[in-house]
């Protein structure tokens, strides 16, 4: 992913990022940063995952004339484009070559500010600019006006490039609502990292002091593998909660998982059901997710059968939740049949159990069961 932006931001490509809550959005922008700016040796001998200290240790990419910012617009304690440009200004200001950039004057436009940041670049410099929580951007007032202005500068300005980071939906309000500016800067999508990492650093590591010996670790591990499919976000919850109650985990009474599962609920209650009825999602897609906990296992004929939407709509719905992470796609093959046909369910066994106890199934059992 690293080596991906990087390749896209030399060859003056902006970037709008977005992944899951805790999939490490700003970490990745953080690395980006520092290495555009030369400054990643500070810390990179101390990094966990030995294939990204290896190839930073082998990096061969030339960001000689490149340095980057970034800003976090979740500081803002108010967002308009005045703010904005007064925060933009103030992480400008610490580099080099911008120490005599005039602050932006109530009436100063995006494209006004940045064609003065071009100049003092020059031809041979270029600034990246990283921009941490960036739905915020759409929901400035006057907004497509910004996004205008935006996509006009990314045209007009080869030496200023963007990488715009954002929660995993927010790239599908831009679809739908700056569709001008999608046509004119890359989506990227950061997926989550191999499972086998994950397991070891985020699970295995930080319970293994805990929970002894190692068979018992593994019965929790598999426990909550099952039930995250390792969303980082889920995974991380269960952790803490397990953690919480660590004096309960020497011996692992009976119905641990059932009691586990019931507090990791509790205090993700607000996550699960925004998972299923998250605002930015459409109702067929909310009625989508809602089926699909209570029946998991249906094909795209069938679910449009059900909801009695065409298999068009379905399959791209789908193919959103897909890679959103909500949604597995399986290829089962099934005694009665002598071929294998594509199968969605929900992520994480625990989500999807939330969902079957949570939502009514927006079509009627009989139904569902007779067309399985």
Known sequence: DIEALLIRIIQGRSVALFGEKRIGKTSLLFILRDIINSEISRYSQDLI???????????????GRFQSVYLSLQSLSSFNLENFLVLLHSKLKHVEYFQLLAEPKEDTSLSG???????????????????????????????????????????????????LSGAELWHKRLKDEITDLINNIEIFYLKRPLRNPIIEYLVKQPLET???????????????????SCKPFYLQEVCETL?????????????????????????????????????????????????????PGLTIKQISKLLRLSQKHIKERLDDLEMLDKVLKENVT??????????????GSLIESWGREKFDSPVNSNSVGNLV
Do not use: M
């Not at 410099?125 to 006057?142: G, H, R, T, W, Y």
């Not at 805990?210 to 995250?228: A, C, H, M, Y």
């Not at 046909?341 to 992520?347: C, P």
């Open 49 to 63: 995952d030995l294939d990204l200290k290896d190839y930073l240790d082998n990096l061969d990419h030339d960001t």
């Open 334 to 347: 099934h005694n009665n049949l002598f071929r294998t046909r594509e199968e969605y369910k929900i992520v």
């Open 113 to 163: 500010f940045l064609s003065e940041v071009s100049k003092y670049l020059g031809p041979s410099k270029v600034i990246v600019v990283l921009i941490d929580e960036a739905e915020i951007l759409l929901d400035i007032e006057n907004n497509k006006n910004f996004f205008g202005n935006l996509k006009s500068s990314t045209q007009a300005f080869p030496n200023i490039c963007f990488v």
């Open 243 to 295: 953690l919480e109650n660590k004096d309960q985990l020497g011996h692992l009474p009976d119905g641990w998982e059932d009691n586990l599962a019931e507090s990791v609920k509790r205090s993700l209650e607000f996550s699960l059901d925004n998972f299923y009825e998250d605002p930015s999602l459409d109702k067929s897609t909310h009625k989508i997710l809602i089926l699909l906990a209570n029946q």
């Open 210 to 228: 805990v929970i002894t010996p190692s068979e018992k670790l593994n019965r929790v591990v598999d426990k909550i593998v099952n039930w995250t």
